[in-house]
């Protein structure tokens, strides 16, 4: 007889999804191959493990006492790999945080910032007497700096979190928890670690795996993201996601309005945040847009000094710009008012000839200033002799023509005044 765990996690995974289609796409793996599988086990085995019918899969007695041993086989083979990991690397401590059936995992979210906030003042609470805690008049003028005070490296901070988690799991007694009454008979004290026993042995036994998306976002820190058509803005940043540009919210946002979604942030990482789109939906990992490059790899504490530099970098210049975007406009309204000055009277003449002779007037005009800029340039690499230019004669110009050269004349000697080239 020839089974593996392949073959009772193939077996568990139909029992669960009561059809062989669900089963293989959770496996991906064929219908086809999947069914073999089955059978194989079947014949190895010399059981029939499910009731076959139109309506489904359902597990026969023997299936059904198989199926609890099994899981039980998969997962005590799990823990015996990581086991033998841990052997491995001896020096390597592994802390799991796990919940048990009868206790919601929201229960533990709840918990565990309260355990940190009571012993490290997070909320600024006088609840510890640690050097360096945060006293409530940090921010005031002349307080006392609380980081000057400070004594514990981060090795002996971290055994102090562990501590406190192992004594509330072991020691903590729950008095708001409300035991069944199996518990009751049972004499369980409300006590995480015997509640927890008592879930895994008496409950439904199997942990729950969850995806790493819904445990960052339930963990991270959190704050409040917008998404709008140049893509989903939080803290000056812009992210992107698959299911964003699937779903087309930028040009909903662009054609309506933006709108708020909840994100999950690492402190750590500026490169990565997590939002739940909907309420109730799988929270969706997103990354940052081209743009927005710059601050991958950093913290969320670089990123807002990066930013803020750039902001500073730019309010500091915004007066040069201002002084040059001055200076340009003061030169546009000279030269339209010089060029409407040096306007000939209107010849009388109409609409439609004046119009009319536009063409041929530009096309004169392009090729005097062909021939002068092409006379300049021969000059200038000596081509030209300089005497040959004063014996030709001034040449006649028209005044657009005459306007635009005086303008390029003062725009070469950097806003020089006009030149008395006519």
Known sequence: MNINNMNFTAFVRVAEAGSFNKAAESLYITSTALIKQINLLESELGLRLFNRSHRGLTLTKAGESLYKDAKYIIEYSRESVERAKAAMLEETQIIRIRTSPVMPAQMLMDLWPKIIEKHFDLINIDMAALPGKVEKDFRQRCARDYRLESALDLYEFTAIIIRCVLQYNNYHYMEAFRKTRQMRQLHVKPIPRDVWDFGIRYMSGGLRTMDREQVRY????????????????????????????????????????????????????AGLIYISPTSGASPVECRLLPKDRVYEGTSTEEARRIAAFDHEEQAAYAPTEDFHRIQLEEFIEKTKADALAKLPPAPKKSKAARVSEIEANRKKEKEAIRERNTAETMKRQGILPESEKDAAGPQAVSPITRMLQEALDNALKGGSNDSNNS
């Open 218 to 269: 339930h963990l991270l820190p959190k704050g409040e993201a917008s998404v709008t058509r140049m893509g989903i803005r939080f803290d000056g940043r812009y992210y992107t996601c698959d299911q964003a540009e699937q779903e087309r919210w930028y040009d909903l946002a662009r054609s309506d309005s933006s709108w708020k979604v909840t994100a999950a942030y690492d402190p750590r990482d």
